[in-house]
Structures are given as structure tokens and as C-alpha cells.
């Protein structure tokens, strides 16, 4: 068996580290040899180890203050101590001390091995999961705030301020804003990125199961309970728990859940024993709650109880040209699946997105750019492979007719390109931004004179 692992043994016995270092060779490793604690540490700080074995008892510096200087300076190095006092107190020491594993005097080949392969998979995989998490809050980090605008630049100093705090916040904004991205970004930045980030949408909440939901239950506690389950206060313990549609909560549900808050401890249904929970909550909710409030449907110490830091997202039509940066952004990540040939949006087409309203905010907008990319025929996205649920503006006027029609207003586009173009369609369509083809298809759709070429 062959590994790229490199090794350490430090022992002060002449035989019993040669031997070591020997099987361990054979087996595959890089392995070096140290033969006190003080030239151990010193190898170990010049050179990168995986893995580290080292004897317990030794003279100067014994092998509790070599694990301990290890652990300060590599804190991912995996450490194996020997023996030859296998006591259970020296065992446990040294595993309290941060030790992986401990080797007994006498010990064979065949178990110095074992135990060796067992520790470097450890550390494999914990480095494994190390790569990963990053990748994954890398990758947070990357979809989080995408936007230049001034609204956006306000919204990112404020979760730069509120992130590192445990403070409980309530995300207000309309559909499609982006209030999950929002909550997980707060999540990310927090001291809390390495725990779990639960989810919970309330509006999808069943009024009877709800406790069973949030607080989780017993075996028994009711008919169907077959089995004991975990809430998810629970699986959110030492992470965040995100709540969102908070106002589509029951009035019940209201008083159950301000109780969690406030004690930070929850009852599974059919259990009279408290479970201590450790969680930070985000709320979110496209409702008016302070009007839900007025009409008695929704609870008031709720409401300041989750509103310590309200954060208000802003609509994409607040954000300017951020709309562009949006549309290009989903544009390069569906475009390898949807249509490869796609390149870029026409300005016309830019103009379009950039005019619209945008009611279902960066929801509304990232449906739009994929369904165009299936659309699309050439290398640009179009005009016409837009789709739009309202009417559209550009440049601050409003470019549809009397009957509201995109089509007309395109319609008297190519009119002045051709006009302004003495008729030529290849001049015409580096104007509007499409490809002859393209133009010559829309010259015959809306029933314009023939060009001159």
C-alpha cells in the first residue's frame, strides 16, 4: 500500500524508533525520525507533517508537551502517542490533550499499521470536509451580494455590522428580493458559519403539526408518532435558524414560538423535559406586520422580539443597474445548460430589462434571462426572447403605444434604423444590435418596405 502522507516519529529509543520508521517506509509513507522532543518540534516547524508519532516518555520534553506544542503550531497535524506505560490515566491525558489515538508497549508491525492508516484517513477526510466547507462559503460569498448600487453598498455595511453578533433580525421585503441569499449571508459571516442554517418555511406549516415541527416529538405522543423525532430548534443548535414567511404564522403557533424565544429552550410534544437550545434566528416576511399587528393577527411582543435589527431588502427596481449585473450573472450561469451559444444580451434587449418594473424582483428576473436563453436563436439574447408580465420603459419614457405593445414599439425602431440607414439592413442591424438574419425576419414580420440589400 502506497500514501503520500509524510510522517514524523519522535523517540528517544534508538531501536524502537528505527523500527517504526522502518515499517512505515515499507508501508509506503514519507517518514523522518526525530530522536528527542525538542529536534521534533524544531523538524516540525520547518516541515509540513500529517501525521505525528511520538513516545510519551521521554527526557526534557516529554511527549504531553510535544502534543501540546503541535497543537499550537499544527493544529491540523493528526498525533499518535506510545506507550510503554499504558495506564488508562496516561492514555486518557493524552487523548483530552488532543491526541487522535494511543499505541501500547510492546505493539506489532501489523498494529503500528492499522492504527497509522486509520489515523491518516481521519485527517483525510477532515481535510476533506475543511476544503468543502470553504468551497461552500466561498461559493455563499459569491451569490450573496451581487449589485453596485447604493442601496446595495448601505444594505452590505449594515450585514457587515449585524453578521458577527448574535442579535435576533427580521429581513422585510417584497417577493423574490432575495431575502433567503440575505439570511444566509448574514449566516456566513457570522461565528455561526460552520453550523447548520435550517430553514423553515411557515406558510407551508401545517396549524396542527406545527409544535411537532419546530420542537419535535416523542414516540407515542400521538396517533402516527411511531418514532421520535427532532424539531427544528434542535437541528438548527449552534447555527441559525432562518423562519421564513414569518407572518403566515397561527396565532397558537405566535404564542408557542415566542415562549422558544424567549427561554431558548423547547418541550418535544409528549415530553415534559426541557431541551436547552442554541440558536440565532432570522425572520422574514413580505407582509406589513405592524398592520397585522393593528388587526389582531399577529402578536406584538412577537413582533419586537423578532425585529431586534430590522433590516428592510430593497426591490430591484430600487437597485438601477444592478439590473444588468443580475442579467448577466444568471445569463453566464444558465447558459452552459440552456444554450452554450449565447453569449450576451442585445442593447435592446438591455434596454428592455433595464425598463421594466420588475414586480417578482431577482426571482422574477433570473426566470426571465433562463426562459430566454431557451429562446434565443443566435448568439445574443433579444428583444424578442424577453418575456415581460407588464408593461416595459426605457430610458425614463415610456416606450409602448397606445395599446401597450412592446412589438409596436420595435416595430418603430427598426423603422428609424432603416431610415437613418438609407435602408441598408446590414448598417440597420449593427444599430440595433442584431444579426441580419434576425432583422430581415422582423423587416417581414411587421410588413416594413424591402431593404435596399
Known amino acids: 500500500m502506497e500514501s503520500n502522507a509524510n510522517i514524523l516519529v519522535i ?5 524502537m524508533r528505527e523500527g517504526c520508521r522502518q515499517t512505515l517506509v515499507e508501508e509506503g509513507y514519507r517518514t523522518q525520525a526525530a530522536q528527542d522532543g525538542e529536534s521534533g518540534v524544531q523538524l516540525a516547524a520547518q516541515e509540513s507533517f500529517d501525521l505525528v508519532l511520538v513516545d510519551l516518555k521521554m527526557p526534557r520534553m516529554d511527549g504531553l508537551q510535544v502534543l501540546s506544542r503541535l497543537r499550537q503550531d499544527s493544529p491540523d497535524t493528526v498525533v499518535l502517542v506510545i506507550t510503554g506505560y499504558a495506564t488508562v490515566e496516561s492514555a486518557v491525558e493524552a487523548m483530552r490533550a488532543g491526541a487522535y489515538d494511543y499505541i501500547p508497549k510492546p505493539f506489532t508491525p501489523d498494529l503500528l499499521v492499522t492504527t497509522v492508516r486509520r489515523a491518516v484517513e481521519h485527517r483525510r477526510l477532515a481535510m476533506e470536509n475543511l476544503c468543502l466547507r470553504t468551497a461552500l462559503r466561498e461559493q455563499a460569498g459569491r451569490l450573496e451580494m451581487v ?22 433580525v427580521l429581513l422585510m421585503g417584497e417577493t423574490g428580493v432575495g431575502k433567503e441569499l440575505v439570511a444566509r449571508t448574514i449566516h456566513q ?8 442554517f435550517v430553514t423553515v418555511d411557515c406558510s407551508a406549516l401545517v396549524e396542527g403539526l406545527f409544535e411537532s415541527e ?3 416529538h416523542v414516540k407515542g405522543a400521538y396517533t402516527g408518532a411511531v418514532e421520535s423525532t427532532v424539531g427544528k430548534f434542535e437541528l438548527a443548535s449552534g447555527g441559525t435558524l432562518f423562519l421564513d414567511e414569518i407572518g403566515n404564522v397561527s396565532r397558537n403557533g405566535q404564542v408557542k414560538l415566542l415562549r422558544a424565544l424567549q427561554e431558548r429552550e423547547i418541550t418535544k410534544v409528549g415530553s415534559s423535559r426541557r431541551v436547552r437550545v442554541d440558536v440565532r434566528i432570522i425572520a422574514a416576511t413580505n407582509n406589513d406586520l405592524l398592520e397585522d399587528i393593528r388587526q389582531g393577527a399577529f402578536r406584538e411582543d412577537l413582533f419586537f422580539r423578532l425585529s431586534v435589527v430590522p433590516i428592510r ?7 438601477g443597474d444592478d439590473i444588468l449585473l443580475l442579467a448577466n450573472h444568471f445569463l453566464r450561469k444558465y447558459r452552459t445548460r440552456r444554450n452554450p451559444t449565447v453569449q450576451r444580451f442585445t442593447q435592446r434587449a438591455l434596454d428592455a430589462l433595464r425598463g421594466y418594473n420588475w414586480p417578482g424582483n431577482v426571482r422574477e428576473l433570473e426566470n426571465t434571462v433562463e426562459r430566454a436563453l431557451v ?15 407588464g408593461p416595459v420603459r426605457a430610458h425614463a419614457a415610456v416606450v409602448e403605444d397606445h395599446e401597450g405593445s412592446l412589438a409596436q414599439a420595435e416595430k418603430r425602431e427598426i423603422e428609424r434604423a432603416l431610415s437613418e440607414n438609407g435602408g441598408q439592413i446590414t448598417r440597420a442591424a449593427v444599430q440595433l444590435g442584431i444579426n441580419r438574419k434576425t432583422l430581415r425576419e422582423k423587416i417581414r414580420k411587421y410588413g416594413l418596405a424591402r431593404s435596399a440589400d
Request: glycine share 8%; charged share 35%; hydrophobic share 35%.
Open 189 to 196: 459571516q457570522s461565528g455561526r458559519r460552520d453550523g447548520p
Open 147 to 168: 449589485g453596485q448600487s447604493e442601496v446595495m453598498d448601505k444594505l452590505a455595511r449594515l450585514l457587515h455590522k449585524v453578521s458577527p453578533t448574535d442579535a435576533t
Open 11 to 15: 523517540d528517544d529509543d534508538d531501536s
Open 214 to 216: 419546530m420542537f419535535g
Open 375 to 389: 429562446m434565443a436563436d443566435g448568439s445574443a439574447i433579444d428583444v424578442e426572447d424577453l418575456f415581460f408580465y
Open 313 to 319: 431588502v430593497p426591490t430591484l427596481r430600487e437597485r
